[in-house]
């Protein structure tokens, strides 16, 4: 059984940080690329940042590039969010996701593609951010 499994969420002030998870099984965690996703109340999924095993290249969205940080263990097939000077407006439903199209993944998480094709997803962990 695949399973995607975020931690690590919570509530935290504005310029705060934030350490999420996001622990892998059931598929072969080194094959894929893993990205961060978020959801605010009442706007699309969108693309926060992804990690390729292949050569550990990293991708942001714009709005967190220098401030979040994502990295892999594939020894513990687990993906990290470090999120640091945190705004209001980083509340959401974080959620991680894997899929085997590396290009895609990247593509979705770097532009407004529609992200929903990805291959698994976890059920994602709320961070609140008080200004």
């Known amino acids: 059984e695949v399973q995607l499994v975020e931690s690590g969420g919570g509530l935290v002030q504005a310029g705060g940080s934030l350490r999420l998870s996001c622990v892998a099984s059931g598929f072969a965690f080194d094959d894929y690329a893993i990205g961060w996703f978020r959801q605010a109340p009442g706007k699309e999924r969108e693309g926060v940042s992804c990690?390729?095993?292949?050569?550990?290249?990293?991708f942001y969205a714009d709005s967190v590039k220098g401030r979040f940080t994502i990295s892999r263990d594939d020894s513990k097939n687990t993906v990290y969010l470090q999120m640091n000077s945190l705004k209001p407006e980083d509340t959401a439903v974080y959620y991680c996701?894997?899929?085997?199209?590396?290009?895609?993944?990247?593509?979705?998480?770097?532009?407004?593609?529609?992200?929903?094709?990805?291959?698994?997803w976890g059920k994602g962990t709320l961070v609140t951010v008080s200004s």
């Open positions: 996701a894997a899929d085997s199209d590396i290009v895609h993944t990247i593509a979705v998480v770097t532009t407004t593609l529609d992200p929903y094709g990805l291959d698994y």
């Open positions: 990690i390729v095993s292949s050569d550990g290249s990293t």
